[in-house]
């Protein structure tokens, strides 16, 4: 999408909001002991009561509100009878539409007692997502997404998830760019454009993970057993100057 009007604006700043807000409930109310099942009819409700809804769900026939992936889930986990336990790595990622803007965003973290090992991967991606969001404005190379994601694992000792990328939003939940890789491509010539609107999520492994593989069900996206990963999304407009954030929570 390319923001038009302060209309476009408005509207992408408030589904970004009650994303954000969504995602932050969704993550304090997360405990040992309930079910991912249980944990996404909380987003639901909060969905709901904000007048939006879930585009996957909506759209995809995604069988819950929000992707809930758990430990090896890296993506696209399907809410469920799962018990989360202590310790568990959680990622939580909401779509959501209303009044016809989409925006997106998801968030690692992991339940108590912390090991220092998943809490580090954690931090380091939302850092990573954070230095490539500012680093782009309108006229900067697409690869540049890639190079920085590709540089910071590096620098980091982690791998990079090569098979999950960025993507366009804004009107509907992947729009062009639709691959926006997450390792520089050089050949890859597209220019950021001022009111595009895409998001940055970085997907960072410990344990060698390099590609996600499909599950029976048809939609949650794994890495092998014993390995970790973490991811952290953004929905953005890219501007002259820093990029409008338009999934960042704010406290009320």
């Not at 890296?74 to 209303?98: F, M, Y």
């Not at 190379?141 to 366009?168: D, P, Q």
Request: glycine share 10%; hydrophobic share 35%.
């Amino acid at each position: 999408m390319i923001v038009k009007s302060e209309e476009d604006v408005r509207g992408l700043k408030e589904i970004g909001s009650i994303v954000a807000k969504t995602i932050h409930l969704m993550k304090e109310l997360t405990k040992p002991g309930m079910t991912t099942k249980e944990l996404d009819e909380i987003g639901g409700k909060i969905l709901a009561e904000h007048g939006a809804f879930s585009a996957p769900m909506r759209h995809y026939n995604f069988p819950g509100h929000a992707c809930i992936s758990v430990n090896q889930e890296v993506a696209h986990g399907i809410p469920g009878n799962r018990v989360l336990k202590p310790g568990d790595l959680v990622n939580i990622d909401v779509t959501a539409e209303k009044n016809g803007y989409v925006a997106d965003s998801g968030y690692s973290f992991q339940l108590p007692p912390a090991d220092s090992k998943i809490t580090d991967l954690c931090d380091f991606t939302h850092q990573t997502m954070m230095k490539v969001i500012s680093s782009l404005r309108a006229g900067v190379r697409l690869n540049e997404v890639g190079r920085i994601i590709e540089a910071e694992a590096k620098r980091g000792g982690y791998t990079v998830i090569e098979n999950l990328c960025s993507h366009g939003v804004g009107r509907a939940i992947h729009e062009s760019p639709k691959q926006i890789l997450p390792t520089y491509e050089k050949g890859d010539t597209r220019v950021l454009k001022e009111g595009q609107v895409i998001t940055i999520e970085p997907f960072l492994a410990i344990g060698g993970a390099e590609y996600v593989v499909e599950e029976l069900d048809g939609w949650t996206l794994t890495i092998p057993e014993h390995c970790f990963a973490a991811q952290f999304e953004h929905s953005i407009i890219i501007t002259k100057e820093d990029p409008i954030i338009l999934t960042a929570y704010e406290q009320q």
